[in-house]
């Protein structure tokens, strides 16, 4: 029964998902950058297709960020506890993204 009761409020989430998305947006000032970083699989790019309707809809503009290789940002912490520099890379690469906002203002 407990899964059950888990499965509902997942549901519920995942349906009011794309208005909490669009009031987000419409909170937002003017001239605002949406930045998604969902994963880098279907999922992830069916949910940053949500926030970019959202982000479209609120007229802001809109960018995707993925991890390169992996298919989630926890892959990337893997890889840089296995000390590669590809944690470095791909930090340097969400860094870069944020440089048009104030500090503060990243939605990274």
């Known amino acids: 029964m407990l899964s059950r009761r888990i499965a509902d409020r997942l549901h519920l989430v995942r349906s009011a998902f794309p ?3 669009l009031q987000a947006c419409k909170a937002m000032p003017a001239g605002s950058e949406v930045i998604s970083v969902t994963h880098g699989d279907g999922e ?16 802001l503009a809109f960018r995707v960020h993925r991890p390169d290789g992996v298919k989630d940002w926890n892959d990337v912490l893997k890889v840089a506890e296995a000390g590669s520099g590809f944690f470095a890379h791909s930090l340097n690469k969400m860094i870069s993204a944020c440089l048009p906002f104030a500090l503060g203002e990243c939605l990274v």
Request: charged share 40%; aromatic share 6%.
């Open 19 to 21: 208005e909490l998305i």
């Open 44 to 59: 992830g790019e069916r949910y940053a297709e949500v926030i970019r309707e959202k982000a479209v809809e609120a007229s």
